[in-house]
């Protein structure tokens, strides 16, 4: 990450390349600039890297961040969350960025980095805190449209969210989202707490017990989720980070 030489705390979006995928690693593109802008118009100086070069280049190039934004991707190879490979709709696993994005995740959680994870993101901090997920929620599930192209993969449905979420207020009792996953938090992590749940009872949203890490299984940076949904969830997360630095300075 580039040193912040300006009075603007510094946000690092952590995402992957797909050389071998180009339509994929375009409409992944068009998420990650949309987040980058939402991100910059709310006063941050934003860095983007992937997480493809491995843990150790992708720790020294996130440590300086004032907070972490983890992108939505592929699956993570379930030999990271104690589980076998061959379920259905497998793809090809990135085993150096799984590797990368849970060492990510765990520093962020131990250092109470502001975190917020947004659909694999969402994973990474579950699978990073010792948890588990369902593999494969079947053709049909609701979660995403199937054997469509790529652009057309988001599906809309509603979140039931807990009035009690430190980091979800801004939605209200229920908020309207756009996903495209077929896996899902299972058995949650440790110091995890669920705070919404799709219709069907999915794990839709985590956040910590104490750090202030929010994980999201709906793509709030796509360009048809709610007009500000990304900024107030980056906002709500990211508040720590801000007043952090309002103290050190008034003092």
Do not use: K
């Not at 979006?13 to 118009?41: K, M």
């Not at 060492?103 to 917020?116: E, H, K, M, W």
């Amino acid at each position: 990450m580039v040193p912040v030489t300006s009075s603007r705390l510094g946000i690092v979006i952590v995402t992957r390349s797909r050389p071998l995928a180009p339509d994929y690693h375009a409409y992944s593109g068009l998420l990650v600039e949309r987040a980058v802008r939402s991100a910059s118009a709310a006063g941050w100086d934003v860095d983007v890297i992937a997480a493809d070069e491995g843990a150790a280049s992708t720790l020294a190039l996130t440590q300086p961040a004032d907070a972490l934004v983890i992108l939505g991707g592929e699956d993570i190879a379930p030999e990271f969350y104690g589980a076998d490979r061959g379920y259905r709709a497998e793809g090809a696993h990135r085993e150096r960025a799984d590797e990368a994005q849970l060492a990510v995740a765990d520093r962020a959680i131990r250092a109470g980095t502001p975190l917020l994870g947004v659909c694999r993101g969402h994973q990474i901090i579950n699978v990073a805190l010792g948890g588990d997920l369902v593999q494969d929620l079947g053709e049909g599930s609701g979660h995403r449209n199937e054997r469509v192209a790529v652009e057309r993969v988001m599906a809309d449905h509603a979140v039931t969210v807990d009035g009690s979420s430190r980091f979800l207020t801004a939605l209200g009792s229920t908020a309207e989202t756009r996903s495209a996953h077929h896996q899902a938090v299972a058995t949650l992590g440790t110091g995890l707490r669920v705070v919404a749940v799709a219709p069907d009872g999915l794990v839709e949203a985590i956040e910590h017990e104490s750090a202030p890490v929010l994980g999201v299984q709906w793509h709030p940076e796509d360009p048809g989720a709610p007009i500000g949904q990304f900024a107030a969830l980056l906002a709500s997360v990211a508040g720590s980070a801000r007043r952090g630095a309002a103290f050190a300075t008034a003092a």
